[in-house]
């Protein structure tokens, strides 16, 4: 099986390079490198065609952000996508390897998730959060309802089934979610660990608080059946008790306040497909929004 590593990048030169670094390290050869780079400016491209001449690099003259992922995806020849970002690698040289083997001995499994390692806390590891360990076990994983960003194999076939990736902000629950309703399987290996290094290059708190907080009402409106609605208010005042504690600039709050409304209404009238009541539990699972918000305020008190 051929796997496809796709690669979104801005300006961030110096964690490509130690992200390129690590997959090339692979002990597995059958593997491509794909690199979208969203108009960088800091001498990305030199770097690439110097150091790294087997990638397969486009660069982009505008910053499309998450959406450069759906452009190498398509420009992929693997069998298997790897989802990551510019700052993340495996951990162990083996684990595309690994990914291979468990793909060739669960042909009905999708979607492989690994751990998610967070190298400047001191190498914490980011459990999902619907991870059940009651529910499988380390050599055969473990059912999730979602998949992490940092490092995860993906099939083509499902992105041939149900399309690519909307824009930044959720984008993983949600093509998760689509996935699950589409009769697919997600597991996640907890052995299996992604290095994630955490840029701080090319981000804006602000902006990233405010475009992650509408893509959250985005996606309960677009899901979630009517009984559940309650979540909206759960999860807009969950998101603003977070921009506080991000100290997210003013202007952002009054920005929220009417793209909120504005985004609640588009969906419903253009996107609205929700989770049939009996499937909920099995494609969405417990409340998130719910738990986070008092895990929030526990934390804040």
Known sequence: MRISVVICTKNRRDDLRITLNGFFSQDYDNFEVIVIDNASNDGTKDMIMEEF???????????????????????????????TDSDSHPESNQTFTRIVQIFESQPNLDIISTT????????????????????????????????????????????????????FGMEELDFSIRALKNGMTIKCFPDLRTLHYSSENDRNRSERWLKISTQNLRLIVKYYPIRRLYNLIICYWGQLLVGLGQRVRISFFIEYLFQSLVTIISTWRDEREPVANKDFTRIIGKNEYYKGFFSYLKNLF
């Open 53 to 83: 001449p087997k990638v397969k690099y486009t660069y982009l003259p505008i910053n499309i952000n998450i959406l450069a992922q759906n452009i190498g995806i398509g420009l992929a020849t693997g069998d298997i996508i790897w989802r």
């Open 116 to 167: 998610e390692t967070l190298v400047k806390k001191d190498f914490y590891e980011v459990e999902l959060s619907t991870l059940d360990k009651s529910k499988g076990s380390i050599s055969e994983g473990y059912l999730v309802k979602s998949f992490s960003g940092p490092g995860s194999a993906i099939k083509k076939t499902v992105f041939n089934k149900i399309g690519y990736y909307w824009e």
